[in-house]
Nanobody, 128 residues
Framework: QVQLVESGGGLVQAGGSLRLSCAAS????????MGWFRQAPGKEREFVAA??????????YYADSVKGRFTISRDNAKNTVYLRMNSLKPEDTAAYYC???????????????????WGQGTQVTVSS
């Protein structure tokens, strides 16, 4: 069982930045694929970014809507994954969720079904 706790959300004006954090329980954090998803009211939960390891290679994936603006990273020593969000837009407004899975399937990396563990979410609101 893994517990994920997000933090760092808040209210920011368009063009501003926020950094979200996701703290995970457990001692084998590096073995997990870590992802960020977001969900606006009335919309489906959508993929934002993910980070995974395979051998000596780090794999990073972004949704097209955030590529070039958001950066996912992880600190295995702290069991924490981050999402740095720059150049925020009103359409980025959503509850942001951290997710984790032990299964690295590239084809499913952007799907919610791949992830076994979820945080409670942190709200990001971007004003125009």
């Amino acid at each position: 069982q893994v517990q994920l706790v997000e933090s760092g959300g808040g209210l920011v004006q368009a063009g501003g930045s926020l950094r979200l954090s996701c703290a995970a329980s457990g001692r084998t954090f590096s073995e997990f694929v870590m992802g960020w998803f977001r969900q606006a009211p009335g919309k489906e939960r959508e993929f934002v970014a993910a980070i995974a390891y395979s051998g000596s290679t780090t794999y990073i994936y972004y949704a097209d809507s955030v590529k070039g603006r958001f950066t996912i990273s992880r600190d295995n020593a702290k069991n924490t994954v981050y999402l740095r969000m720059n150049s925020l837009k009103p359409e980025d407004t959503a509850a942001y969720y951290c997710a984790a899975t032990r299964v690295f399937q590239i084809a499913a990396i952007r799907t919610t079904r791949l992830y076994d563990y979820w945080g409670q979410g942190t709200q990001v609101t971007v004003s125009s």
